[in-house]
């Protein structure tokens, strides 16, 4: 394997693992939604995959510096097997609930462990640039291998929506026939810290990065925008089938896929331009990351009245795409407001109450849909509610910023 070109392999490798997740990228609601799941039961699915995360991710890490990056990925690989298989096979909430377990432990397994894997066995230390440009690859990689596998497996569930799960579980299956190749790693366990080390300066790091947004008022607008944004996505994220269904009914499947690969595809192309205009002020500013916030509530909230095929695309990709460079700006204003000795432990901390922001959505949807009697015709309505609250956090940053300069003079 070695004679290939160790990098190359592992590019390969990381791009089979993502494609095939994303065989299913373009229509997983709606298979649910086909076999008998309703719209709460899907929010309840995801709260069970952020409950898997928030409690898998540390001993996860823990297990891949005992014993192993390549043992770990190898687990986390036979792990999205076992999940799809039980999506392709099973009809239930209550399959497709374990099956929603074995596919986010499968995400726990993978992250980190294989960026670990990666430095290791490909020597990435060794030159100064070597490491980035790898990244850099890998990003690229990951992206066109997330577009073609989202546009093909919306051509195949066009005759059989189980048919993505099934080309999943064929992408995993050669992913896992690299990993039986890969030389295993060196494993020091005497290095590696116990679960229950990680767990104390895990609750340590979050302790000290309050105290350091206290120290530093300038960070926590940015918590909040965090915390905000994680909130209001969750409909786009996962009811954005059921609403192009709704807002162009007898829509071809087909149709998701170029759903899909649009905004998939405008995101990074914006993020590129918008690259190109960093050594702007104003695009390096608290002033330019709130106008991106606004932008994409704005909007999301248009979104939620869009009517008609070509709207609902124009409006849906260009949310995702305000949405994308927002989370890029504001991930740039927390770097560069954080000293440099707490930065890693703020960053996580974002990462970490981020998340309590999207348990909190994926709580209240269902008691939304239970209420209110809302079928797959009526997701526009969350979209609605959603945004108002993303149009109230952003209004309510921009008072604290102007409250705060007020305050200051």
Request: include cysteine.
């Amino acid at each position: 394997m070695k004679s290939f070109t160790s990098a190359q392999v592992l590019l390969l490798l990381d791009g089979f693992y993502e494609g095939g997740r994303m065989f299913v990228g373009a229509t997983s609601v709606i298979y649910l939604l086909a076999n008998g799941a309703t719209l709460g039961q899907i929010a309840y699915l995801k709260l069970i995959q952020g409950s898997v995360f928030l409690i898998a991710e540390v001993p996860t890490g823990t297990f891949a510096d005992l014993h192993g990056r390549r043992k770990s990925l190898i687990i986390s690989t036979l792990l999205a097997l076992a999940g799809f298989a039980l999506y392709f096979l099973g009809n239930g909430f209550e399959v497709f609930a374990i099956a929603e377990i074995l596919t986010a432990l499968s995400l726990c397994f993978w992250s980190g462990a294989y960026e670990a894997y990666c430095v290791e066995y490909a020597d990435l230390n060794s030159a100064p640039a070597k490491l980035d440009r790898f990244f850099h690859l890998n990003q690229a990689t990951v992206s066109v291998a997330v577009l073609i596998c989202g546009l093909l497996g919306s051509a195949v569930a066009e005759y059989n929506l189980g048919y993505a799960y099934l080309a999943g579980i064929f992408t995993f299956a050669a992913a896992l026939g690299i990993l039986a190749m890969l030389p295993a790693d060196e494993v020091i366990p005497q290095s590696a810290k116990s679960f229950g080390a990680r767990v104390v300066q895990l609750g340590r790091s979050s302790k000290e990065a309050v105290i350091e947004c206290l120290k530093s008022p300038a960070l926590i607008p940015l918590f909040v925008a965090s915390i905000a944004v994680q909130f209001s996505i969750q409909p786009l994220l996962h009811y954005w089938q059921p609403f192009f269904e709704s807002v162009s009914p007898g829509l071809p499947v087909s149709q998701l896929g170029v759903v899909f690969t649009s905004y998939t595809a405008l995101g990074a192309v914006l993020g590129l331009v918008y690259s190109r205009f960093t050594d702007l002020k104003f695009f390096r500013s608290y002033v330019g990351t709130i106008a991106l916030f606004g932008l994409f509530s704005v909007l999301y909230l248009f979104l939620g009245q869009a009517s008609g095929w070509w709207p609902a695309l124009i409006l849906f990709a260009g949310t995702q795409g305000a949405l994308t460079l927002a989370r890029t700006s504001l991930m740039a204003r927390i770097n560069e407001q954080s000293s440099s000795e707490n930065r890693a432990r703020v960053l996580s901390s974002v990462s970490l109450f981020s998340r309590f922001g999207m348990m909190g959505a994926l709580f209240i949807i269902p008691a939304i849909v239970r209420t209110q009697e809302i079928g797959p015709q009526h997701t526009a309505q969350i979209y609605k509610t959603f945004s108002y609250f993303s149009v109230a956090a952003v209004g309510l940053i921009l008072l604290s910023m102007v409250l705060r300069r007020k305050f200051r003079k």
